[in-house]
C-alpha cells in the first residue's frame, strides 16, 4: 500500500520526496483517498515506459482543492486524478475545460500547463469500455438505471449513457433538486433516451428496475464497513446486469445480493483501468499504458 498524503504535505519537495528515488509529479486527490488503488496502477506503468515520476494520493478536504491545484502546479506536477467528493470542485478550478468535460458536468483528471489548468473526463469514456468488456454487449444495448445519479460519477455515467443513445435511462437519487436540471440537459443531448427521474423511496423503483437491463450504482453506499445495498430488497434478479462503481471491497452488499438474485456482477475495477489509461494518455499522448496497468491490477486482487 502506497503511502498516505495530506493537504499540508503540498507545501514543500522536501515532505513529498524525502526517501523516495523519483519525485512525485502524479497524484490522486479525495477525501476519503485512503483506499485508492490508483497509485499501484499508475506507477508500474511509468516505471514501465521509463518514466521519471511517482504518482502518490493525496487526501485533501472539501473545499480546498483549488488551492491544492495552486500547490502541485507551483510543486511542478504534470497532473492529477480526482476522485469523490471532488470533482465539482475540480470543474469549478480550471481555466480550460475539455468539451466532453463540460458535457459531462465534472473533472477527474487535471493537466497542469504553462496557461492554467486544464480539465478533462475519463469517467464517462472509461465507463463506455468497462461495459463493454465486463458484459460483452455495447453500452447502448441496455436500458440502464443509475443509483446516486446526482453524485460525479453518477452524472458523468449518466451524460455518457444519454450520449451513447441508450434506450432508457432511470436517474435514481436521495435527492431530486440535483435531477431536474439533469434530466433536461440528458434530453437535449440524447434525444432518443427516455429519461425517468426517481428517488430511493419510490415506490416505483422496483418496476423500473425490473425493466432495465443494467442497474449502476454510483454512490459511495457500500464503501465503508456496515454499509448496506443501495437499492431496496426487490429490485434485483437473474438474467439482470449489476455494475458498482466500488472496487474496494470487491463484492460489496449490493453486488453480494446481486449474486444471490442470480444476477450478472462487476465492480468498479474496470472503470477505474480504462479511466486510468485514459488520464495517463491526457498526461503523456502516444504512449499505451494498459498491458502495464491490467496486469497491475490483476496482480493486486
Same mark, same amino acid.
Given at each position: 500500500m502506497s503511502p498516505l498524503y495530506t493537504f499540508d504535505d503540498l507545501l514543500s519537495r522536501e @515532505?513529498?520526496?524525502a526517501g523516495h528515488g523519483k519525485p512525485a509529479r502524479l497524484a490522486v486527490i479525495g477525501h476519503p483517498v485512503a483506499h485508492s488503488s490508483s497509485p499501484g496502477m499508475h506507477q508500474p506503468a511509468l516505471d514501465a515506459l521509463g518514466i521519471d515520476a511517482r504518482y502518490i494520493k493525496v487526501d485533501v478536504p472539501p473545499g480546498h482543492v483549488a488551492e491544492a491545484f495552486s500547490r502541485m502546479k507551483a510543486l511542478g506536477f504534470i497532473g492529477c486524478n480526482v476522485t469523490v467528493p471532488h470533482k465539482f470542485e475540480a470543474l469549478a478550478a480550471c481555466d480550460h475545460i475539455h468539451p466532453e468535460a463540460r458535457s459531462l458536468g465534472a473533472v477527474n483528471t487535471i493537466r497542469f500547463e504553462s496557461d492554467g489548468l486544464h480539465g478533462f473526463n475519463t469517467d464517462g469514456p472509461g465507463f463506455v469500455r468497462a461495459i463493454s468488456d465486463d458484459f460483452e454487449l455495447p453500452l447502448s444495448a441496455f436500458n440502464v438505471l443509475i443509483a446516486g445519479a446526482g453524485g460525479g460519477a453518477g452524472q458523468a455515467i449518466a451524460t455518457q449513457c444519454a @450520449? %451513447? =443513445? #441508450?434506450p432508457s435511462l432511470v436517474l435514481v437519487n436521495r435527492t431530486l433538486e440535483k435531477l431536474g436540471p439533469l434530466a433536461e440537459r440528458l434530453r437535449a443531448l440524447g434525444p432518443v433516451t427516455v429519461v425517468t427521474v426517481l428517488s430511493f423511496d419510490d415506490p416505483e423503483l422496483k418496476a423500473s428496475c425490473e425493466r432495465c437491463d443494467l442497474v449502476v450504482? &454510483? &454512490?459511495s453506499v457500500g464503501l465503508k464497513r456496515g454499509d448496506?445495498?443501495? @437499492? !431496496?430488497d426487490g429490485c434485483l434478479r437473474s438474467g439482470l446486469c449489476v455494475y458498482d462503481t466500488i472496487y474496494r471491497p470487491? #463484492?460489496? !452488499? @449490493?453486488?453480494?445480493a446481486a449474486n444471490l438474485a442470480g444476477s450478472r456482477t462487476s465492480n468498479g475495477l474496470s472503470l477505474l483501468l480504462? %479511466? =486510468?489509461v485514459l488520464a495517463f494518455q491526457h498526461w503523456f499522448p502516444q504512449t499505451d499504458p494498459l498491458p502495464f496497468m491490467r496486469a497491475a491490477l490483476l496482480h493486486s486482487v
Amino acid at each position: 500500500m502506497s503511502p498516505l498524503y495530506t493537504f499540508d504535505d503540498l507545501l514543500s519537495r522536501e @515532505l513529498l520526496d524525502a526517501g523516495h528515488g523519483k519525485p512525485a509529479r502524479l497524484a490522486v486527490i479525495g477525501h476519503p483517498v485512503a483506499h485508492s488503488s490508483s497509485p499501484g496502477m499508475h506507477q508500474p506503468a511509468l516505471d514501465a515506459l521509463g518514466i521519471d515520476a511517482r504518482y502518490i494520493k493525496v487526501d485533501v478536504p472539501p473545499g480546498h482543492v483549488a488551492e491544492a491545484f495552486s500547490r502541485m502546479k507551483a510543486l511542478g506536477f504534470i497532473g492529477c486524478n480526482v476522485t469523490v467528493p471532488h470533482k465539482f470542485e475540480a470543474l469549478a478550478a480550471c481555466d480550460h475545460i475539455h468539451p466532453e468535460a463540460r458535457s459531462l458536468g465534472a473533472v477527474n483528471t487535471i493537466r497542469f500547463e504553462s496557461d492554467g489548468l486544464h480539465g478533462f473526463n475519463t469517467d464517462g469514456p472509461g465507463f463506455v469500455r468497462a461495459i463493454s468488456d465486463d458484459f460483452e454487449l455495447p453500452l447502448s444495448a441496455f436500458n440502464v438505471l443509475i443509483a446516486g445519479a446526482g453524485g460525479g460519477a453518477g452524472q458523468a455515467i449518466a451524460t455518457q449513457c444519454a @450520449l %451513447q =443513445g #441508450v434506450p432508457s435511462l432511470v436517474l435514481v437519487n436521495r435527492t431530486l433538486e440535483k435531477l431536474g436540471p439533469l434530466a433536461e440537459r440528458l434530453r437535449a443531448l440524447g434525444p432518443v433516451t427516455v429519461v425517468t427521474v426517481l428517488s430511493f423511496d419510490d415506490p416505483e423503483l422496483k418496476a423500473s428496475c425490473e425493466r432495465c437491463d443494467l442497474v449502476v450504482n &454510483t &454512490t459511495s453506499v457500500g464503501l465503508k464497513r456496515g454499509d448496506g445495498s443501495p @437499492l !431496496p430488497d426487490g429490485c434485483l434478479r437473474s438474467g439482470l446486469c449489476v455494475y458498482d462503481t466500488i472496487y474496494r471491497p470487491a #463484492v460489496t !452488499p @449490493l453486488l453480494a445480493a446481486a449474486n444471490l438474485a442470480g444476477s450478472r456482477t462487476s465492480n468498479g475495477l474496470s472503470l477505474l483501468l480504462h %479511466q =486510468g489509461v485514459l488520464a495517463f494518455q491526457h498526461w503523456f499522448p502516444q504512449t499505451d499504458p494498459l498491458p502495464f496497468m491490467r496486469a497491475a491490477l490483476l496482480h493486486s486482487v
